[in-house]
């Protein structure tokens, strides 16, 4: 099990990044969408976003939505969209039949499965993560006409810390710098919602930020999640870390924002914030010591071939897929959004107006 | 939904804090396993572990057993515990009902259902966790005879690191201090499952750090997770980051465990180790500035009445359940464990015997 | 598993019938319905409807509500109900500890959990379905509103035929005959929802008809599922069988209604109608071939006491309450009740003015 | 939602009709099995038993495997298996645009999607049955080693019962006078399954009985389920109905079966055994009533091209497919099969062996 995410708004992925292809079932999307086969094209395009520290596969990630979509109006019926995998060099990855990568699932999989598939990381690929792009995608065409975006930025790059263009310059040469040296770094993603009404979440353990915190730690690579003022809460007194209310312009708000706009796993109608930290890529050019799985004797593995210095910014997608699936699913949840009809004439559009109180 | 957590091993808590009882209802606790009432009622002691900075309310917590245990051992059926709620004055509630409370669910449980109770917090209320408590015992006792222990501490409280007991007493102090003019402050709790074997954890969405990861964030006042290393990885090169493999008496394992025994969400066979933050506690004698819902006035809040300076050292027992429960989940997933029957003799008790390759 | 029925209105029973007490957990009702306390004690009541043929055991079924309800109002968390079990005597089912009695559940009980509560029946008793009763009466407090009833008649008694008064009473002549000599007779029963509107049910693998199977089927001792015309299909033609449409003031309706109400697994506004075999109670005075499981001897069983001579009178609030509780489910999924908080003033109240097409 | 079945092993079946193609994805599969490609297609094959009865859409159903199989042993991934449609002529349909079908789903997808694929029954057709198939196949694949076996005979035709091969063949002759006229029969199905060991089955919700009325009713076509002696239990007393237990080469066996190897909801030991209704073909052309969706006028239908004059024997694979999915899921809900790992040397091979009394 384990390849199913959500409960109303739910997609299953499936696929090896070297089997012949990748594709994700979605079920829950209502009937009467537009679907908006233009932006999953330019998503699957965000899957590179800076070609200096990103990835040298290049595949043309051609999308084929084989059902639940006719007249380019979703069905409410599952979508399956199918991406073939063609740029695919399995031989540099021989090695990984006995030696288990440092920082990579090739142990744990076989640990767990005894038979795995070996090649290019299979299901623990970076190439799993064009699927819940995919998924995120029919998910935000659900959000737009409910007036919430999701946003992610880099706010962190190689240990430097990114507020503006010029850090981010700077951050970039550094991580081309570590790269040079076949090692590779990390980063953090500051990820916000605008647009969600107050009332989103489900209490106790289907709590809006619980769930976010499964999606986040359910994409490979990211190793931890701050809600709102996140670690920085454990210096901070109450008086600090509680958000005080306030009326607006007729609605409750909160004068500060430090829980990330959830509170008791409900969200409160401000900004949904939070925070992810990125490992460094783990595969690198430095030699690492492993083991034979066969012969027992230790090993030293010296990875060949190029690749990603540093993988923040091709994450930007996956945790921004991730954050809308689950908001949908939550929104759908708390009936917000029909779960079998799409009508735009009966979603919330302005978030004041939707205000349960005002 | 949101009250039911896990799916092989899964519970439902429910009951209100002001209500006549709270409970939980286990479902997936194989037959045959000896219930061990004594080792319940210590971990329900448990929920106070420092009186100093703790709460007022003092329960007798009295768990009764209504159901799946005969003779002293499960049956398999569901295994409901009730625990009556009997020391409550909710007097001191009344201003909710008009006036939330900055830093609780007051607002968004209204703007999400309506109908509330005000009274003690309701749901959102620490007193839900004590369910929670009673089913990490029970899972605790399944982990018992797999050689498996989850150990929780603190390692930094009010803004102080924890390492010694010297550390402790000053850090104990300055919550008190910090407490004595009405604040309250949070902290930091690291926990550890020693023997888990390699191989659990089911890869995508159900990995075992993803499912960890929602398991905390569901936990009230948890603001940040982190996995193994955490938000250090995010200045880490690889070459620091990957944990290297060797053998070790037969079985492999790594040299270091930044990952914290968890690679592709699957679980390595080293010590699982995560981080979290709690906040702190939001009720506060301080003034504090919200809204007359009703009148759509702005008012100053002035809570009565005595509450946990820091309730760090009570979040301890629930952090250590829904570990527990995580785990025995996963295990039952995985086949560690028999879903109907709990067989002695078919566990793997020691670690290294267990491991997949040697 | 298997104690958790539904999946957005959804209820977990527990409780052995000799232990402490019996219980249901109800997950998924909306918050702001009314809680009709008089009309759950009304359906508890309906548990033996006619005396002469019921059974002997003679409890107050008092439901006590410990969670869920504030102010005689639901909250949307969840409810539990509890009721105790008073009239208790184990002494004479002592036997079954060695000796399973045929037609019980006792030998499968054991070649499941190998440890068993061998009193009473346990999870597989009759006793079990007062939570159902439960569950469904708060499903009925749902459904009234919308303007959807479900009603149940006896169609067949003890092998004759029931469709007049004068049936009735023959058939229960019949039946008294029959445990005169200490055996046993069983039934059939029809059920009908009227006031469902079209479009209820999802297609595949939760058709509406497929999920009342499964709700009738995991009553015990129901033994046939039949929908609309059921086993009649088999000999009739398609021209016969097919339902022809016709306009009724404005409305989509059918001139018969041989595939009662459902096609491709959804409503289509006709009322709901099925049909369901109630096997003769399994416990009877007539001496009964069994083993002993412990000397492998064969043994006749000849049980003591009195039972009902036929429990189809007593299905029928269990019958009842599972469609009620099916329909609520996938009236919420479906869109049709609001899933958090119970609307009136958003119900659909007029079958035909909710018809899709007109 | 509504395309996912099973819980532990579970598929998803997606695709219209006359979409580009139809699909499975399985997941809880475990790893390790021998993926027998030569009996998937077999299985696919037996879509039309009988050419002389059956369908005239003859497409290759050829299976193209994408996903969790490597090197012919499957990785305990997920499994997408994908069957293009290309014997498409949608022409013929282009009235139920506006004239739903009597007997079809037309109507009742339109009341629940409003936007529809009307063309050749979409979700609805005989053509997602396919998908069934296919992952019936891995069902049965997991199912052999163990030693169990489902099977499934056609007991009555047209109305006519069928014992021997001379029956049939008179039934054969009455289904094409029938058909010869424009309209269409149905027919009755047994199913057995050999080897299923005692102890399969949740109790309550999830009783086999209830999870194979789940499975049977959600096929397309199928009114009625009986388990055992089904309705005939109706006429029965107790004392013929109760099965009597008697000790056999050392097993604990039952003396007759008509509760169909069942009790309570877990397997005895003995056979499995069950029927189920089929109805008649529902497109037929005799003309029908039906009316115009837009203009509300009534209109007669004559449905051209040839169809299925009694697809009873094409449901045989789907039904058996069913089954045997059933069965896998319950097998490892039970610990009968591993979830992860496919050990046939761990797996009950006879069924007296696994006797859990003896």
Known sequence: LGS?????FRFLTWGEAHGPAVGVVIEGCPAGLAFDEAFLKSELARDVPDTD???????????????????????????????RNEDICSRRYEIIRTCPRPGHADYTYRARYSHV???????????????????????????????????????????LPVATCADYEAAKKRVLEIGGTGDSSGGVIEVTAAGVPAGVGSPIFDKLDARLGLAMMSIGGVAAFEMGSGTAFAAMTGAEANDPFTMDGGAVRTTTNNCGGVQG???NGMEIRFTITVKPTPSI???QQS?????????????????????????LAVVEAMTAATLVDLLIEGGFIHPVRFEESRLPTARLSRNPIS
Chains 1, 2, 3, 4 share one sequence.
């Open 4 to 8: 199913i995410f959500g409960s109303q």
């Open 265 to 267: 796993g409900i969200s």
């Open 53 to 83: 520290i990103g990835t040298t596969r290049r595949e043309p990630n051609k999308a084929e939505i084989l059902s639940g979509v006719f007249e380019g109006i979703t069905l409410g019926t599952p979508i399956c969209i199918v991406i």
């Open 291 to 315: 083991v034979n799985l066969h012969t027992k004797e230790p090993v030293v593995l010296e990875t060949q071939g190029r690749f990603d210095h540093n993988f923040t910014p091709r994450v």
């Open 117 to 159: 598939d070996w090649r290019g990381g299979s299901r623990a690929s970076g190439r799993e993560c064009i699927c819940r792009v995919v998924a995120g995608a029919v998910a935000k065409m659900l959000l737009r006409p409910c007036g919430i975006t999701v946003c992610s930025r880099i706010t962190s790059l190689a240990g």
């Open 285 to 287: 050019a430095v030699p």
